[in-house]
């Protein structure tokens, strides 16, 4: 079973890519945005434990994060792997994420990490920005403490996979189907 964590800043292309990898592998997409939100649509126990959550301005935690992640794994269990987008963000989660996996007789099969650099990821954001809307993409000021954010915050999970030899770098600069082709060289190792 291949298992992959898409990694990458705002910007770098990880939707775009993600796309692509779930057609030529059959993967399922594991977003935790939309798992959250397809669990709530759905009055879940853990859905409605997370709206609450929300609707307080509280982050939803962990254990309720990996007990939809479980669900997700549970009903797809046909599944040739899994794509994890937007998660994990921290070592506890990563930690969480092997063990569930573990549980499960799986594993992550690496991390690809898209890199590209801020000004070329400011640039992709304020064009997405204008492009589709999103206010959090049109403001340069926005857009910096986001990136900030993410290298502060993430980076510890990079270095939490790179311990296990499951790390590898992407220039995420260039065409798309040549980061396309670059990621499958790698991927096609596993």
């Known amino acids: 079973m291949l298992n992959l964590v898409l990694f990458g800043p705002p910007g770098a292309g990880k939707g775009t890519q993600s796309q692509k990898l779930i057609e030529k592998y059959q993967l399922v997409h594991l977003s935790t945005g939309d ?11 853990l859905g409605v434990e997370a709206k609450k959550l ?5 982050l939803v935690p962990d254990e309720v994060v990996i007990g939809m992640i479980s669900n997700k794994l ?24 092997d063990e569930l996996l573990q549980s499960k007789g799986a594993q992550i099969s690496g991390m690809i990490a898209l890199q590209v650099d801020e000004e070329e990821l400011e640039k992709r954001l304020l064009l997405r920005g204008q492009e589709s809307g999103r206010a959090d993409d049109a403001n340069p000021e926005v857009i910096r403490k986001r990136i900030v954010e993410y290298n502060s ?33 790698v991927i096609d190792r596993y």
């Open 35 to 45: 798992i959250l939100r397809g669990e709530i649509a759905q009055g879940t126990a």
């Open 54 to 58: 929300m609707d307080d301005g509280k």
């Open 74 to 97: 549970d009903s797809n269990p046909d599944a040739k792997g899994f794509i994890f987008d937007g998660f994990p963000r921290t070592v506890a989660q990563a930690q969480a994420l």
């Open 153 to 185: 915050k993430t980076a510890p999970v990079a270095n939490y996979y790179q311990q296990q030899g499951k790390l590898q770098n992407i220039n995420g600069i260039g065409s798309i189907d040549e980061i396309f082709d670059e990621i499958c060289k």
